[in-house]
């Protein structure tokens, strides 16, 4: 899988968005929180990022750490082997570091990883 992150690969529309919100899974690590859901047709597995503005008021503050999470998941998303629609959710109130930041979303792939595989028996 090329380690690029397309525009298919994001999560958009109000649609997508709210059913992803209402009857994904989720939990916590770190400093993200994380919902996902099975994708039914697309193929591909999309993404939504979101750093509170409640938390940091100024945007490059905001967009420093969206580029991190984004540069983290694109590293790692052979991680997961099933397609999923994830949010990600940044609650610290502080800069974390890219590696924190890293080993965070490394964190959330391997759960979501483990609670979306094919079961074989």
Do not use: W
């Not at 690029?4 to 649609?15: A, D, H, I, P, Q």
């Amino acid at each position: 899988m090329a380690a690029t992150l397309s525009k298919s690969e994001r999560l958009c529309g109000k649609k997508a968005i709210a059913e992803l919100m209402e009857r994904g899974k989720g939990g916590v690590s770190g400093c993200l929180r994380y919902k996902f859901l099975p994708t039914d047709g697309t193929g591909v597995t999309r993404i939504l990022v979101s750093v509170p503005k409640r938390h940091f008021k100024r945007a490059v503050k905001r967009n420093l750490l969206k580029r991190r999470i984004r540069e983290s998941y694109r590293l790692q998303k052979d991680l997961l082997p099933v397609p999923v629609d994830i949010a990600f959710l940044y609650l610290d109130r502080e800069v974390l570091p890219s590696e924190d930041i890293y080993a965070a979303v490394t964190a959330v792939l391997t759960a979501v990883a483990a609670r979306t595989a094919p079961k074989t028996e």
